[in-house]
C-alpha cells in the first residue's frame, strides 16, 4: 500500500509556472506507475500525464503537452509535475495516483491523493 501527498497548488498569473509535488509513503515506490489527473467543478476527472516505474516512459495529455513535464525521483519517493505557459483551463484540483500497470484511466488508479488546487488567473 502507499499513501500520497500533494503540494505545490496555488493562484498563478496565465503565462506562469508552478511545480506540484506527490510524496509517497512506503518502500515500493518504484513498483508503481504514477499518474496525474485533474478535475474542474462539474467535469470528469481527467488524465494529465503518467510516468512508468524507472521514469523511461512519460505520457502527456494533448491539452499540456510541451507545457508539462512529468519526472519522479525514485530515491525520494517523490513525483513531479512541472508546469508551465498555465492557462485559465488549467484550473482544476489535481490529484496524484498510483498503481502497478501503465494506465490512462483514472478507475484503474488504485491509490490517490487528497489533490491540491491549481487556480490560473487570466
Known amino acids: 500500500q502507499v499513501q500520497l501527498v500533494e503540494s505545490g497548488g496555488g493562484l498563478v498569473q496565465a503565462g506562469g509556472s508552478l511545480r506540484l509535488s506527490c510524496a509517497a509513503s512506503g518502500r515500493t515506490f518504484n513498483s508503481y506507475v504514477m499518474g496525474w489527473f485533474r478535475q474542474a467543478p462539474g467535469k470528469e476527472r481527467e488524465f494529465v500525464a503518467a510516468?512508468?516505474?524507472?521514469?523511461?516512459?512519460?505520457s502527456y495529455a494533448d491539452s499540456v503537452k510541451g507545457r508539462f513535464t512529468i519526472s519522479r525521483d525514485n530515491a525520494k519517493n517523490t513525483m513531479y509535475l512541472q508546469m508551465n505557459s498555465l492557462k485559465p483551463e488549467d484550473t482544476a484540483v489535481y490529484y496524484c495516483a498510483a498503481d502497478p500497470n501503465y494506465s490512462y484511466n483514472f478507475k484503474t488508479y488504485d491509490y490517490w491523493g487528497q489533490g491540491t488546487q491549481v487556480t490560473v488567473s487570466s
Open positions: 510516468i512508468s516505474w524507472s521514469g523511461s516512459r512519460t
